[in-house]
Structure formats: C-alpha cells, structure tokens
Nanobody, 121 residues
Framework: VQLQASGGGLVQTGGSLRLSCRAS????????VAWFRQAPGKEREFVVS????????YWADFVKGRFFIDRDNAENTVYLQMNSLKPEDTAVYYC???????????????WGQGTQVTVSS
C-alpha cells in the first residue's frame, strides 16, 4: 500500500506546478484522495479532496480558482494543478487516501511522502 507524490519544485510568484500522486497496492478507484500541505512551523492543512470517481471536489477557500484537481483511475493517479502560485503556498504537499471523503488529516490512513513546493517572491 503506497502513495508516491511528485512534481514539487521551485517556482516564481505567479508560476505553476503540477503535482502527481500515484497509488499502488490498493483499490485506488474506490478511495477518495486528498492533498494537504504543511508550511514550516505550521500545522498540516487541508487543500482539496476528490471522491473516488472524481465527480465531487471539496476545496479549502484559500485555493479556489487557482488550483485544479483531476484523477485518472486507469493510471491510479491524482493530479493537482497549481496556478498563480504565491509565496504563502510554499509548503510540503502530501497526498492521502481513504474510503470516504474527509478534510481532517487524522482521518486518513494512507499517506504519500510529501513533495516540496517553494514559491519565490
């Protein structure tokens, strides 16, 4: 059972990144997937969750309209497209999976290792 997050990097303010979260070892298409992020010195916070078929998405208010999520169940992968990035988006981004949607990180039992996103001003 594994989630592999990738796609982070260094980008200037206003730039874009596309994060990927690839699953293996479990029935990915039956699971909701979420992205959380954690900035230095701060608690992990919810960014977005998508249900198992991709038809429902739940967003944190601070990213609406800038980020987009998509999932490809045939490839066992969820993508997080991040546009108009700001320095305050700098954080380690984690993907997580569970059967039912939740915006609380304690509810998730499958986690990726995190990918660093750094937005320079």
């Amino acid at each position: 059972v594994q989630l592999q997050a990738s796609g982070g990097g260094l980008v200037q303010t206003g730039g874009s990144l596309r994060l990927s979260c690839r699953a293996s070892g479990f029935a990915f298409s039956s699971y909701a997937v979420a992205w959380f992020r954690q900035a230095p010195g701060k608690e992990r916070e919810f960014v977005v969750s998508v249900n198992s078929d991709g038809g429902k998405q739940y967003w944190a208010d601070f990213v609406k309209g800038r980020f987009f999520i998509d999932r490809d169940n045939a490839e066992n992968t969820v993508y997080l497209q991040m546009n108009s990035l700001k320095p305050e988006d700098t954080a380690v981004y984690y993907c997580a999976a569970r059967i039912y949607y939740s915006n609380t990180y304690d509810d998730y039992n499958i986690w990726g290792q995190g990918t660093q996103v750094t937005v320079s001003s």
